[in-house]
């Protein structure tokens, strides 16, 4: 196969909160409304500060969706000096533009007024559809019907922000759900243009959930599957697998473009039992393909000046600063065993 380009993002990752009004049947990363809930401001600035330092470009902002609907949850974000999450992720985000890096911001369903506030302060976004599936998994889960989640997704295109989403494999969706899946999120490119990336994600059993003893998808399975995305999606939509979760060794040749964003810095927190690769190790699992670093906003938006005003002197100093780093990229061959 002909060496192509594979592409990663240097983040930081950053939990703002665990809590969530979800309840979905595969994550154990949602917990109680408890006192340190919420990742105190000065851990998040120290963070910020020493991600930048070592050459992260990208603070990704993550919490549970909607935690304010949670009993007890408002107490604990105001005691920090914030009367809601989303303001306090919003403060968190300047704090991040600040230290030198680009905010993504992935909060769960946000309306468009929401939306429309974050994209100041964010050069890109994202929300995973999951599935266009009712599964069993989701029952308990208000954000996770299909409907809310693709409503939230238009809203992310009609404003013009770079956006991020992909399907989860393994919760109880058929081969066609897929499918579907990734038609929608074609269809809502074909009509908007603002989708970088979708991730390919397979399910990961967690211990103390309902689903910790339910099958997963092997490799085989996940090939077909990303060569199915490959098929469907248009070609300047990226196809990423989590490096982390997933063989992507062997995954790169079935249509893989993007290894997603990776710290040298912090834990993957929603799946802390899988430890992120390092930059020396991407380079092995991409093989004799050319591995590049990006930014979490896509070339191709830059060029269209989809971000804030404000951020246009960031991003360009940033971009110098990966095509340096990129000028010193060597192809080498190997594989990774996650």
């Avoid at 990742?39 to 603070?59: H, K, N």
């Avoid at 090939?223 to 098929?231: D, F, K, S, T, Y």
């Avoid at 989809?306 to 002197?313: H, I």
Wanted: net charge negative; proline share 7%.
């Amino acid at each position: 196969m002909r060496p192509r380009v594979i592409t990663y993002s240097r983040n930081a990752f950053l939990p703002l909160t665990t809590v969530c009004r979800n309840t979905c049947g595969y994550c154990s990363f949602r917990t109680a409304v408890h006192r340190g809930c919420i990742m105190p401001p000065g851990e998040v600035e120290a963070t910020l500060r020493y991600s930048a330092l070592v050459g992260c470009t990208e603070a990704l902002f993550t919490f549970g969706e909607r935690p304010d609907q949670v009993p007890g949850f408002d107490e604990e974000v105001q005691a920090i000096g914030y009367p809601t999450i989303l303001d306090y992720c919003h403060a968190m985000c300047r704090v991040a533009i600040g230290a030198g890096m680009l905010p993504h911001t992935n909060a769960g369903i946000l309306d468009y007024q929401e939306l429309e506030r974050f994209r100041k302060v964010n050069a890109s976004m994202g929300l995973m559809l999951e599935t266009t599936a009712d599964v069993p998994a989701h029952r308990n889960s208000p954000g996770k019907a299909p409907e809310v989640r693709i409503a939230m997704m238009e809203d992310a295109g009609a404003l013009k922000i770079p956006f991020t989403t992909g399907i989860l494999i393994g919760i109880g969706e058929t081969p066609r759900d897929r499918e579907e899946s990734l038609e929608v999120i074609r269809d809502l490119h074909r009509r908007y243009g603002h989708i970088q990336e979708v991730i390919i994600q397979n399910f990961c059993p967690k211990e103390g959930t309902p689903m910790e003893a339910a099958s997963y998808p092997g490799t085989e399975e996940m090939c077909g599957i990303i060569a199915l995305a490959r098929a469907i999606l248009p070609d300047d939509v990226m196809v990423q697998v989590p490096p982390n979760l997933a063989d992507a060794a062997y995954l790169i040749d079935c249509g893989v473009d993007d290894l997603g964003g990776v710290s040298p810095v912090t834990i993957d927190y929603v799946n802390p039992e899988h430890r992120w690769p390092q930059i020396d190790e991407l380079r092995e699992i991409a093989g004799a393909h050319l591995l590049e670093e990006r930014l979490c906003i896509y070339q191709r938006f830059i060029d269209r000046g989809w971000y804030d005003p404000a951020l246009e002197g960031l991003i360009k100093n940033l971009v110098q600063v990966i095509q340096e780093r990129n000028m010193h990229t060597i192809p080498t061959t190997g594989e990774e065993k996650c």
